[in-house]
C-alpha cells in the first residue's frame, strides 16, 4: 500500500494555549515529511471532520494521524470506516492536562507524542475482515431454569436454539420443588414454581429444538461455526452452533465432608433432602417415621467457610424460611429454631423473612452449633455457642429433627484439573523415568476424582471445558464482563456463573443470550467480542520460521491456537479476543497484526528523541495497557494532576503482549527507565485477559539477563499493578520511578 499520511492537529481544549502548534506542525512536515498537515480549532466538529473526509475521499489521504484527544474519547467522530487507517495521538489528557503550559518539556513530550504516532502509523496495513459461512443457532445446554428461560430469550428474539438436556424433563432442580420464593406481592408466601407453562411455550417454539436425555459428546470448532456432536440414547447427531449458553445449573454441598461433629446421624437432613420430602408430601423423622414436632435449621452448612465453601450461597437463609413453612402447614405447633451466622433475604425477600420473625413458635438465634448428638428420649441435641442468650455459656437445643443448609456448588468441569490428570495419564503410559512416574502417579491420585466429569468435551488444545476459578465458577472477568468464558463464544448462565435463586436465574438467562447472539452477530461481521469489541485485526503467523516452541498455545488465556502432531500452531480466528498474548509469547515474533506488531512498537520507541546525558533530560518509556492503566492516565490528566514530563507512553492491548524485545531495544538507545504499568493479577485478578499482566511479570525475569548483559541496573525497569480507579496514585507512582531513575544517572548507553 502506498501510504499518503495526513496529519490533523486540534487546537482546542486547550491544546493551542498549551502548546507550540507551529513547531508540532514542523514535526510532522520537515521532520516525517509528511504531505499533508492541517491545524484546526475543533477537530471533532463538522467542519473540521469535513476537512479529514474531504482529503480521503479525495485520494490525498489514506492515513489520518489525529492528535487531539484520547483515542478513549470521540471514537465514533473519528471513525472513518474499515478502509480507512486512523492513528490517535494523545495530546490533550497526557499532554496539556497533566504538565505545564507552554513549557519546554511538555512541548518536547508533545513532538515525540507525534513522533511515536506517525511512526505507528507508517507501518500501519489495511484490514481485511474475516468472512465466513456463520451459524447463527445458539446451543443452551441444561434446560433448568436458567436453560429454559435463556433458550425462550433466543427463540423470541428470532434465533434458532437448540436446548440439551441430560434428564428425561426439563425443570432442573426447580421442577422438582415444592414451591419457590416469593415473586408476587406482597411478597409473604411462597408460591408454585410455574415452570409448566414455560416448558409447553418452549416446546411448541417453532425455532427451538429440544433433546432431552441427551449429552454433548463433542464440540470442535469456534463462534459461527461450533460443530455439536450430540447423543440421544442410541442415536447420534451433529449440529452446527454459533454460540453456546451454559446453564448447567448446580448441586448441593456433600455434607459429609462438613466438620460438624453428629452431622452423619439419622435425623439431620439437608435442606435439599426436606425439599424432595415436601415435593413427596412426606414429611417425618427418618428415624422412626413419626411426625417432627420441633426442627432446627443450621444455616451455612459449609458456606461462607475458607475450608469450605469461602462464598454466600445466597438461598439457604430464604430457603430455610421456606421449608419452615412446610413444617408449620403440617403442625401449627411445631417448633422452629433457625441458628444463623447473618440473615441474608435481599429484596422484597426482606418481608417473607418479617413475617416468619414475627410468628411465636419460630426463633432466631444468631450463634453456631458446635456439635449434634443424640440423647436418651431419641432427640438431637445441638450445642450453640455465639448467641445472644449467652456468649460465654453453651446453649442446647433438643429438636426432633436437623436441616442443614449446604451451600450450592456450580455443576461445571475443572478443565485445568482435568487436562493435568491427562497429561500425568500420558507421562505414565510413556514411562519415561521413575521420577516422571512417581511425579505422575501422585498427581493421577490427587486428581482422579476429575476423571470423566467433562461437560462440554471441547475439542480444544488447552483442555475439554471451561476453565474455572477457585470455587469452581466459570468466568473471564467477573466484574467487567460476567457472562463470558475463558472460552469466547461459550456463556454461563445461571448457578453455575454465580449462587442464585430462579429469579435471578432467569433474568441472567437473558444476559447471557444477549451477549450469545452478539457473539453471533460479531462474527457474521468479522469482529472481535468484549472487550476488543468491533475490532476486525486478528493474528497473522508467519509459520515458515516457526519452531513449535509451543509458547503461544500455552498461552493463550482462550484456547484461540491448537497445534498439529508436530506442535505448528493452528489459529482459530474467531476464538481470538485480539489481545496479543500470543504476539509476546513468541521468541521468534512470528506473530503480528495489521495495526498492531512488534515492529509497530518498536518503530514507536526509535522514534522519541533521547537528549544528551549532558541535559539532565531523563527518557522514561512507559508500557501501559489499555484497559486499566491507560484510562487511568487519562483520568488524572482530566483531574488536572501533574506528573513528570520525562515520561513516553505507549499503549498496549495487554501487557501480556509485550515482547521484551521492546525493553532492550529501549535501553539499548539510551531510554534511562522502563516502566510496565498493568492490570492487578493474582487470586484477585483484574486483567480484562486473564493472565496479561502476571505472563509479563514473569517474562520480565527474562530481562534481567539482559541488564546483566548490557551492564544496566535492574532498578532500572519496574512494573506497576494499576486498577482502573487508581488515577490519583499516577503522578506519584510516576514521580517516584522518575526520581529512582535520576539517582541511578545517565543511561550509559546514551549517544550510541
Not at 432442573?172 to 411478597?187: I, N, S
Not at 459429609?256 to 408430601?281: F, H, I, R, S, Y
Not at 425477600?349 to 456439635?371: A, D, I
Not at 505472563?695 to 541496573?713: F, H, I, P, W, Y
Request: proline share 5%; charged share 25%; with cysteine.
Amino acid at each position: 500500500m502506498n501510504k499518503q499520511l495526513g496529519v490533523y492537529i486540534c487546537s482546542g481544549c486547550s491544546l493551542g494555549e498549551a502548546l507550540d502548534l507551529d513547531r508540532l506542525a514542523l514535526v510532522a512536515t520537515r521532520e516525517r515529511k509528511v504531505p499533508i498537515c492541517r491545524t484546526h480549532s475543533f477537530l471533532c466538529g463538522e467542519e473540521g471532520l469535513t476537512q479529514i473526509r474531504s482529503d480521503l475521499a479525495d485520494g490525498s489521504v489514506n492515513t489520518v494521524v489525529v492528535a487531539a484527544c484520547s483515542p478513549r474519547a470521540k471514537t465514533a467522530s473519528f471513525d472513518f470506516g474499515p478502509a480507512s487507517l486512523v492513528e490517535r495521538v494523545n495530546l490533550r489528557e497526557q499532554v496539556a492536562w497533566s504538565h505545564a503550559a507552554r513549557d519546554e518539556d511538555t512541548q518536547m513530550l508533545a513532538e515525540d507524542c507525534l513522533r511515536m504516532g506517525i511512526a505507528r502509523a507508517e507501518k500501519m496495513e489495511p484490514l481485511e475482515p474475516l468472512a465466513e459461512a456463520i451459524s447463527r443457532t445458539v446451543l443452551v445446554v441444561g434446560g433448568g431454569v436458567a436453560g429454559i428461560h435463556a433458550a425462550l430469550d433466543g427463540a423470541n428474539a428470532g434465533y434458532e436454539v437448540i436446548l440439551v438436556e441430560k434428564e428425561a424433563e426439563l425443570g432442573g432442580f426447580v421442577g422438582g420443588l415444592k414451591r419457590v420464593f416469593p415473586v408476587h406481592p406482597p411478597y409473604t408466601s411462597a408460591e408454585t414454581a410455574g415452570l409448566g407453562e414455560k416448558i409447553q411455550a418452549l416446546k411448541s417454539h417453532p425455532l427451538v429444538t429440544v433433546f432431552c436425555s441427551a449429552e454433548v459428546l463433542r464440540i470442535d470448532g469456534q463462534p459461527g461455526m461450533f460443530d455439536v456432536a450430540l447423543r440421544q440414547g442410541q442415536n447420534q447427531a451433529t449440529v452446527r452452533a454459533g454460540a453456546i449458553v451454559m446453564a448447567t445449573g448446580w448441586k448441593p454441598y456433600d455434607p459429609a465432608k462438613l466438620d460438624l461433629p453428629g452431622c452423619d446421624l439419622p435425623d439431620v437432613m439437608t435442606n435439599v433432602q426436606v425439599e424432595k420430602a415436601a415435593a413427596a408430601g412426606v414429611m417425618l423423622r427418618p428415624s422412626d417415621g413419626k411426625p417432627v414436632r420441633s426442627v432446627l435449621f443450621v444455616l451455612c452448612a459449609g458456606s461462607r467457610d475458607p475450608n469450605h465453601l469461602s462464598y454466600c450461597s445466597t438461598v439457604c437463609c430464604t430457603a430455610a424460611l421456606k421449608q419452615a413453612e412446610y413444617f408449620r402447614e403440617q403442625h401449627s405447633d411445631v417448633q422452629i429454631f433457625i441458628v444463623y451466622r447473618d440473615m441474608v433475604t435481599p429484596g422484597f425477600y426482606e418481608r417473607y423473612y418479617e413475617k416468619l420473625q414475627s410468628h411465636p413458635l419460630n426463633f432466631f438465634l444468631k450463634g453456631e452449633v458446635q456439635k449434634l448428638e443424640r440423647n436418651g428420649d431419641g432427640k438431637i441435641v445441638a450445642t450453640l455457642r455465639g448467641s445472644l442468650l449467652g456468649e460465654d455459656e453453651p446453649l442446647n437445643l433438643a429438636v426432633d429433627l436437623v436441616v442443614l443448609a449446604t451451600g450450592m456448588v456450580p455443576n461445571s468441569a475443572d478443565n485445568n484439573a482435568i487436562q493435568t490428570l491427562r497429561d500425568a495419564q500420558k507421562k505414565l503410559e510413556r514411562k519415561e523415568s521413575e521420577a516422571q512416574v512417581a511425579e505422575a502417579q501422585k498427581t493421577i491420585g490427587l486428581l482422579e476424582r476429575h476423571a470423566n466429569t467433562e461437560i462440554l468435551n471441547l475439542g480444544y488444545r488447552q483442555g475439554p471445558d471451561l476453565p474455572v476459578l477457585q470455587n469452581g465458577f466459570p468466568n473471564s472477568h467477573f466484574v467487567c464482563f460476567p457472562y463470558e468464558t475463558q472460552r469466547t463464544g461459550i456463556y454461563a448462565a445461571g448457578a453455575v456463573r454465580a449462587p442464585m435463586d430462579s429469579v435471578l436465574a432467569a433474568e441472567d438467562a437473558g444476559g447471557a443470550m444477549m451477549k450469545a447472539i452478539q457473539c453471533v452477530e460479531m462474527a457474521v461481521q468479522g469482529q472481535a467480542v468484549h472487550p476488543r469489541a468491533g475490532d476486525l485485526s486478528y493474528p497473522i503467523f508467519a509459520l515458515q520460521r516457526c519452531t513449535q516452541c509451543k509458547r503461544c498455545t500455552v498461552e493463550c488465556p482462550f484456547g484461540a491456537i491448537d497445534e498439529d502432531e508436530k506442535g505448528t500452531p493452528r489459529f482459530n480466528p474467531y476464538r481470538c479476543r485480539r489481545c496479543g498474548i500470543c504476539m509476546g509469547a513468541c521468541p521468534e515474533r512470528i506473530i503480528s497484526f495489521k495495526n498492531y506488531s512488534v515492529d509497530m512498537i518498536a518503530s514507536m520507541t526509535k522514534a522519541i528523541e533521547v537528549p544528551d546525558e549532558t541535559e539532565d533530560k531523563p527518557r522514561i518509556l512507559i508500557f501501559a495497557c489499555e484497559n486499566d492503566a491507560y484510562p487511568a492516565l487519562d483520568q488524572a490528566g482530566m483531574n488536572r494532576r501533574t506528573y513528570d514530563a520525562s515520561v513516553r507512553v505507549i499503549p498496549l492491548r495487554c501487557l501480556g503482549s509485550m515482547n521484551i524485545v521492546w525493553i532492550a531495544d529501549a535501553l539499548s538507545r539510551g531510554i534511562d527507565g522502563v516502566m510496565l504499568m498493568g492490570c492487578k493479577f493474582g487470586d484477585d485478578y483484574q486483567c480484562h485477559f486473564i493472565r496479561g499482566s502476571e505472563l509479563a511479570s514473569r517474562r520480565l525475569e527474562n530481562v534481567k539477563d539482559t541488564l546483566e548483559r548490557l551492564q544496566l541496573e535492574s532498578g532500572r525497569i519496574e512494573l506497576v499493578q494499576l486498577a482502573i480507579d487508581e488515577c490519583d496514585r499516577v503522578p506519584q507512582v510516576i514521580d517516584d520511578f522518575v526520581a529512582r531513575i535520576r539517582e541511578l544517572g545517565p543511561n550509559p548507553y546514551k549517544g550510541f
